[in-house]
């Protein structure tokens, strides 16, 4: 019986059906005695016998129980705090464990295929039914599987809470699997552990200088690459902060004669004229961002760092560093129109207006009545910028001027607004064949401005020396694939 249910360090009695899709092994242990866990000193002494209802393997479809006598013996040793213990099974399963470790070790490896959830929904299935968290806890207790000594890897920083603290991560470039998380990211702390693997030979990193020395220090030995990610990342930055500063006056440019007809959709051109209320609410946004502006140009100037102005104005350090290079306040992107609520009820309203009336709250109840979801507010907005006279609600200190008192929406001899200069930034970093209609004319509209020109052509220039390395190792690579799959194919017989 032993042959057909190996039980290691155990005699198995008799095997019974409990149930029809549950079997029960009962065994007990063939040892003569047991040492005590504490002091290590060996009994035979039994003090009491239990019985343990651990989970097994499954067999022939069932699940499987095996019902345990096990024995629990003195401790002879007076110095030892333990009184008595229980006879311990390793191979078989550990202290206080409700299954057997063939079957945990089972649980998890479903669990590393398919997840907790995933994995408890087959185990179900396949007669070894548990919960997603003990697949899960069965999992993180897998031993991890040693890793080939790593060759290439990368370094970078990582934030444990940005802006504040930061530690470093090193990468196996070659399995692509992170390899260790570093607590800081100092020159010494990586080069300790660059020291612990002679074997490396090559290291990429960003363009820090500790990471730098660092290497130097750790791996003397091996070659230090700037990843592409990491340069085409620094040109992108450089090229928004330039554009951040000359965004102003790259907005004043005219379109060219590239720019899509139509490029913006709807009936309307610009947003509805605002209230005097909301326009002065606007502008008083205006003026605090302003004033922030001038606060952080006036602290850059005078030499203060751009986290420690971040820290003590209460912008993000990504704002601060906007202001501190921008030569002009940067005017926000205008967003493009969404479609409008009224869309589908401006043929009745342009019927309504032709024919004389002009009663804003009049309309918006036979629209409500048509089933339009909306307030009377949009009604009166839509209304503002078609009456023929003033309503009779007006107040008279304000009929002499328009019934609105916003900014007129932008006409057909003013340019475009430019798109923000992170999106600017994309569009000069993309390989020009690459670009829609619509953002190769926006490229051309700047390439207007001789400085922009010259910047645009250098980041193209860089860019694409940087792809087409990338883009040569992948060709190598794929054809160095070819040859191999056609030695293996010749090899066959």
């Given amino acids: 019986m032993n042959e057909l249910c190996p039980m290691p360090g155990c005699d198995v009695e008799r095997i019974t059906r409990d149930d029809p899709g549950f079997l029960r092994i009962a065994a007990r242990g063939t040892r003569p005695g047991g040492r005590c866990p504490d002091c290590g000193r060996a009994s035979r002494a039994v003090h009491s016998r239990y019985r343990r209802r651990p989970a097994d393997l499954p067999s022939l479809g069932r699940a499987v129980g095996v019902e345990l006598h096990v024995r629990r013996f003195y401790c002879r040793n007076a110095a030892c705090a333990r009184r008595t213990f229980a006879e311990r099974l390793p191979e078989l399963l550990g202290p206080r464990a409700r299954r057997t470790r063939r079957l945990a070790e089972a649980q998890g490896r479903v669990g590393v295929a398919l997840g907790g959830e995933a994995g408890a929904r087959l185990?179900?299935?396949?007669?070894?039914?548990?919960?997603?968290?003990?697949?899960l806890r069965l999992v993180r207790g897998l031993p991890l599987p040693e890793p080939e000594p790593?060759?290439?890897?990368?370094?970078?920083?990582?934030?444990?809470?940005?802006?504040?603290?930061?530690?470093?991560?090193?990468?196996d470039l070659e399995r692509r699997r992170a390899l260790d998380l570093l607590p800081d990211?100092?020159?010494?702390?990586?080069?300790?552990?660059?020291?612990?693997?002679?074997?490396?030979?090559?290291?990429?990193?960003?363009?820090?200088?500790?990471?730098?020395?660092?290497?130097?220090?750790?791996?003397?030995?091996?070659?230090?690459?700037?990843?592409?990610w990491h340069l085409l990342a620094n040109v992108r930055q450089v090229l928004e902060r330039w554009l951040a500063g000359a965004h102003t006056r790259l907005s004043r440019l005219p379109s060219g004669p590239g720019t899509p007809a139509g490029a913006r959709p709807g009936p309307r051109t610009g947003p509805f004229r605002r209230t005097r209320a909301e326009a002065a609410a606007r502008d008083g946004r205006r003026?605090?961002?302003?004033?922030?502006?001038?606060?952080v140009r006036r602290r850059h100037g005078a030499g203060e760092k751009l986290l420690a102005?971040?820290?003590?104005?209460?912008?993000?350090?990504?704002?601060v560093r906007k202001y501190a290079y921008a030569e002009s306040f940067p005017v926000p992107e205008t967003r493009p129109l969404r479609p409008s609520i009224l869309g589908p009820y401006l043929a009745r309203l342009e019927a309504r207006l032709a024919e004389g009336c002009e009663n804003g709250l009049a309309l918006?109840?036979?629209?409500?009545?048509?089933?339009?979801?909306?307030t009377a507010k949009q009604v009166h907005r839509w209304l503002a910028e078609r009456r023929t006279a003033p309503a009779r609600t007006t107040p008279h200190a304000w009929r002499a001027g328009s019934p609105a008192a916003g900014p007129a929406?932008?006409?057909?001899?003013?340019?475009?607004?430019?798109?923000?200069?992170?999106?600017?930034?994309?569009?000069?970093?993309?390989?020009?064949?690459?670009?829609?209609?619509?953002?190769?004319?926006?490229?051309?509209?700047?390439?207007?401005?001789?400085?922009?020109?010259?910047?645009?052509?250098?980041?193209?220039?860089?860019?694409?020396?940087?792809?087409?390395?990338?883009?040569?190792?992948?060709?190598?690579?794929?054809?160095?694939?070819?040859?191999?799959?056609?030695?293996?194919?010749?090899?066959?017989?």
Avoid: N
Wanted: one cysteine or more; proline letters at 7%; hydrophobic letters at 40%.
């Fill in 123 to 135: 185990l179900r299935h396949l007669a070894m039914a548990t919960s997603a968290d003990t697949v």
């Fill in 150 to 171: 790593p060759r290439v890897v990368g370094v970078d920083d990582w934030a444990v809470r940005k802006g504040r603290t930061y530690g470093t991560i090193v990468v």
């Fill in 185 to 228: 990211r100092t020159a010494e702390t990586l080069a300790d552990w660059l020291r612990c693997r002679p074997g490396i030979e090559v290291v990429a990193r960003d363009r820090s200088t500790e990471y730098a020395r660092g290497i130097a220090l750790g791996a003397p030995a091996a070659t230090q690459v700037a990843d592409r």
């Fill in 287 to 295: 003026a605090r961002r302003v004033a922030l502006y001038e606060e």
């Fill in 309 to 319: 102005i971040s820290r003590a104005i209460g912008l993000a350090v990504g704002t």
């Fill in 364 to 374: 918006w109840r036979e629209l409500r009545a048509a089933g339009f979801p909306g």
């Fill in 409 to 493: 929406p932008a006409g057909p001899g003013r340019p475009p607004a430019l798109p923000s200069p992170a999106r600017l930034a994309w569009l000069l970093a993309q390989p020009p064949a690459e670009l829609s209609a619509a953002d190769a004319a926006v490229v051309t509209r700047i390439e207007q401005d001789r400085e922009a020109a010259s910047i645009a052509g250098l980041a193209r220039r860089f860019t694409t020396l940087v792809r087409g390395c990338g883009r040569h190792r992948r060709e190598a690579r794929r054809r160095c694939g070819a040859r191999r799959a056609g030695g293996l194919a010749r090899r066959r017989p």
